[in-house]
Antibody, heavy 118, light 113 residues
Framework: DVQLVESGGGLVQPGGSLRLSCAAS????????MYWVRQPPGKGLVWVSR????????TYADSVKGRFTISRDNAKNTLFLQMSSLRAEDTAVYYC???????????WGQGTLVTVSS | DVVMTQSPLSLPVTLGQPASISCRSS???????????LSWFQQRPGQSPRRLIY???NRDSGVPDRFSGSGSGTDFTLKISRVEAEDVGVYYC??????????FGQGTKVEIK
């Protein structure tokens, strides 16, 4: 079975940094686009970033461009999101998602909560 | 940027009755390869989202056949033929044709009357 397990969330002060991880299993990780999507408390889903299978191409939402960096380690089947210069509005549950648009894909992890507050 | 507009935002439904959710995009979602990258997701209370439909009308494995997706260009619809109690939750459409910006709709909350 496909499993996506996020970790690394927590409480961080404004201006601080955090690194999220997503451990993937049950599929050939190195052949799929991977995405990060976030959900502020009580609100809807917001796409954050995506990365191509070999890690050579990335795209970001305007709201996080220049502050967040997506990366992957295909040898370790792990997706990352390095977040810096964090703001209160970055507070959300962060999900990793296996290609939301491809056949036999579209799975979500359980999410990890990031809280930015002093 | 592409804007995805869902309606209604709240949908009270009687058990056993049909339900329909509209998702409209500000630009055509037909990609240069002829595919239309429009997916639908269900988020039950307290759970992670789950994909139901990809590329407009393809149902994921394990998704009950009472769920169906249709549409083209800029207008898309998710239909539930007979609503069951387990269908309560929020439904989102998402486009993956125009980047950057894998835009989601605002979400439609389905509840039982």
């Amino acid at each position: 079975d496909v499993q996506l397990v996020e970790s690394g969330g927590g409480l961080v002060q404004p201006g601080g940094s955090l690194r999220l991880s997503c451990a993937a299993s049950g599929f050939t990780f190195s052949t799929y686009w991977m995405y990060w999507v976030r959900q502020p408390p009580g609100k809807g889903l917001v796409w954050v970033s995506r990365i191509n299978p070999d890690g050579s191409y990335t795209t970001y939402a305007d709201s996080v461009k220049g502050r967040f960096t997506i990366s992957r380690d295909n040898a370790k089947n792990t997706l990352f999101l390095q977040m810096s210069s964090l703001r209160a509005e970055d507070t959300a549950v962060y999900y990793c998602v296996r290609d939301p648009f491809k056949e036999v894909a579209g799975e979500w992890g359980q999410g990890t909560l990031v809280t930015v507050s002093s | 940027d592409v804007v995805m507009t869902q309606s209604p935002l709240s949908l009270p439904v009687t058990l056993g009755q049909p339900a329909s959710i509209s998702c409209r995009s500000s630009q055509s979602l037909v990609y240069s390869n002829g595919n239309t990258y429009l997916s639908w997701f269900q988020q039950r209370p307290g759970q992670s989202p789950r994909r139901l439909i990809y590329k407009v009308s393809n149902r994921d494995s394990g998704v009950p056949d009472r769920f169906s997706g249709s549409g083209s260009g800029t207008d898309f619809t998710l239909k539930i033929s007979r609503v069951e109690a387990e269908d309560v939750g929020v439904y989102y459409c998402m486009q993956g044709t125009h980047w950057p910006g894998g835009t989601f709709g605002q979400g439609t909350k389905v509840e039982i009357k």
